[in-house]
């Protein structure tokens, strides 16, 4: 089998048809950006794109990917950070970070096809993601900064959304 | 969570390092921003080591499961360092008692215990470069002061970098207690401000830095199955069937321990018995257990059904008082014989399961004499102490290197993964990656215990509470306070607020593990006792806000100096606040409802607002949910934000539809199609006010979890007149939406 990821052929001769594209690229590939989580495609940690679609890897078996083409959190920015990326680390996203990779690839598609996506875009094109930290709110933070970039506007730096009052006598009792 | 060996380093202690030591690169893992280069470096102590070429490296101690420690406990070195955090890197600092003390991630405790330890280690290395300096350039050292990495002398106008200073600055001794004087609050320049996680860039690079991602040389594939009903053992299995599958390198029963695991941290050497299976990719043995056929011995397993429990349960909880006394003040029986009225409510919580995301998942390397494992666990001193005894060597030969965990909540604590991947590595003589799948996760968890708590209120002419009852029912395998499901607190309400009080407990007999689960004790508690005070005040015709503020009682601080004891004047601070922000007390359309919680947990103390809309269908959305709290000073803004964003979302997450339930001692649920988490549509807008104040920092990991729930079934309450007394809430018909 050949598989092209971020722009690099591979034979896979020796590997099982039936592998999915998570393991292949976790094991065989030493790729391992894409998570397993779930292992069903419910929780989108191993979210890849596939000819530039977003896919969930850890149901794709090889035997149905020949010769097409990978593209993997390691290959998303090529020698710079993707303007995803640099907004998901301006926002200070992540918390464990497990299923960043996966919300990254779900968002740069998104912002791909749609640099203007509204509230309901966002919501309808990350509702496969699943984060238990629960970082949501800075993912649509993020993807609300990196889109300004897709539509060639400057890059703004991360908002200030928690307020901290000053010790005692602010808050009257 | 019990202290290990060491809170933190006494002065004595203190001793130099040429380098941390770090073994972890032998993983072929990044570890943060860890030692890219082998440049000369110089140790001040076990957490500060500076680059010749301005590098500061500062050890972070304890495990980070995404709680931000990796970042908060270094920033809390650098501030009185006074190190230019752009030039600090982060590396994990090795598993070491002798060096870095207790080294664990639970009870929101890493920034409350080393707190002292850390500021202690910054400032007294920022001393000996300044008093290096000073004895380079003839001048007392009072004349001296720092600028961030530098050391400057505003007299003569001469100035150094700590980079030029500390290979002589290693050379002074270590300066003895009160010879140092820490920073004013005041003067901080980078404590309490927003800063980015110091593993951000790896992680949106998809760097190889989690306990899924280690790699060592040879090393091979496995998985390991298990009984489905707990504590089962295999009898016999087809492994030569299995042996015969391509990529299957072996298979083999591992006989273990028949019967359920104990949650005992520091003990606890149990291996479930069950079937290894090893292959040359973690798909191969994947795929191999569909092979499988296993003939299981369920002499010694679990038995449980949920719902015999839950009906046992439910019956005891009706009763006023439980079978064990744990607390009675005052005169509770005058108290509700005299009561002018009563009110009273039973409130049920179910099993739950962590479902942090990344599955346990470990590398062990064992042999005859020494083992060496890379792993997430939240406490590897118990993983290198339990292997010891499991092994029977010595603690010296076992070497645990702490790695990234995705997500912990609890479920990191112990440590049966570790066993089994080292029990499996001996075995087959190579280092081995212990891959569990989700269902393996969520089949064989700690889960959070399900709780009772029958509560009753006497209350005067009023409406002022002048008797508190509350019959907590949980579940135990052997009659004996329950791992972590329900229990008293003291020096928290109602203790010396309400004259009269009774507390009593009563044990369900129940097999199915049990452990820690984030916010223990008080993510159920906080539900029964705020909803509850809720029930009150509306039954009494009184604003919840104003009820629960009169129901703290006078000013006070429960135990004073104790950060772990209720001060009800921080606790009145942080309601006020909320209350304030979410704009109590207007009016709303039809449906719509503001619910009200506090609770004072981890020793913080927070408040949170919640405002729902309920349809006739029963469909919830959670708009907005408001947290005020008070954690005394705040260590990193951004990531103490995000962990109470966090809390409020597995909040709503949990009292939606998370409910484990048990039949013939198997779990039923298999993965997140069973188990949903919230997804980000359903996440509310979430606002985080921190009332700071000059008390030490405590941990923000767990307290902004506990008022989630009361909070919002109040507000459903409000808003369709329907009073939740269950979790999670689909139970009672209800549909976060």
Known sequence: ?173 | MSRGAGEGMKRRDFIRYSSFGLALGSAGISVLAAAKTSAPANSLNPYVMIHDDGRIVIAAPNPDVGQGVNTALPMIVAEELDADWQAVEVVLAPIDANRYGAQFAGGSLSVRNRWNELRQMGATAREMLLRSAAQQWGAPRTELTTQPSKVLHPPSGRSASFAELVAAATEQPVPADGEVVLKARADYRLLGQRVVNAAASDIVQGRPIFGIDVAVPDMVYATYVKCPQIGGVPKTANLEALKALPGILDAFIVKGDAGPPSFDLRKSIHVAGGVAIVASNTWAAIKARRSLQVDWDISAASTDDSLAIEAAALSAAGRPTGDHEVKNAGDSEGAFTNASSIVSGVYATDFVSHAQLEPQSCVAHATATAIEVWTSSQTPGFAQSTLAKLFELPAEAITVHQVRGGGGFGRRLSNEYVREAAVISKRIGKPVKLQWTREDDMAFDFYRSPAYFGLQAALSETGKLTGWRNHVVSVSSDGEEANYGAGYRGYNFPDDVVPNVHISQTMVASKTPTGAWRAPISNVYAFAEQSFLHEIADATGQDHRDFLMAALGEDKWFKPDDLASLNTVRARKVIAAVTQAASWGRALPKGRGLGLGFFFSHAGHVAEVAEVSVNADKQVTVHEVWVAADLGQIVNLSGAENQFQGSVVDGVSALADQRISIRSGAIEQTNFHQYPLLRLPQSPKIHVDFLTSDYPPSGAGEPALPPVAPAICNAVFNACGERIRTLPISRAGFKVV
């Open chain 1, 1 to 173: 089998m050949q598989l092209s990821v971020n722009g690099k052929a591979h034979e896979l001769n020796d590997a099982d048809p039936d592998m999915p594209l998570l393991w292949a690229l976790r094991d065989l590939l030493g790729l391992v950006g894409a998570k397993y989580g779930c292992g069903v495609a419910q929780c989108g940690a191993c979210t890849v794109w596939l000819d530039g679609a977003p896919v969930r890897s850890c149901q794709l078996p090889l035997a149905a990917i020949s010769g097409r083409e990978v593209t993997t959190i390691e290959g998303l920015g090529g020698d710079a950070l993707h303007p995803v990326q640099e907004a998901w680390i301006a926002h200070d996203v992540a918390q464990c970070g497990y299923c960043q990779a996966g919300q990254i690839m779900s968002a740069a598609a998104l912002l791909q096809r749609n640099p203007n996506p509204s509230s309901e875009d966002i919501e309808g094109a990350m509702a496969g993601n699943i984060c238990r930290c629960g970082t949501y709110s800075r993912i649509v933070a993020a993807i609300n900064t990196a889109s300004k970039q897709f539509q060639g506007l400057s890059f703004y730096e991360v908002g200030q959304e928690a307020t901290v009052s000053a010790s005692d006598g602010e808050v009257s009792v």
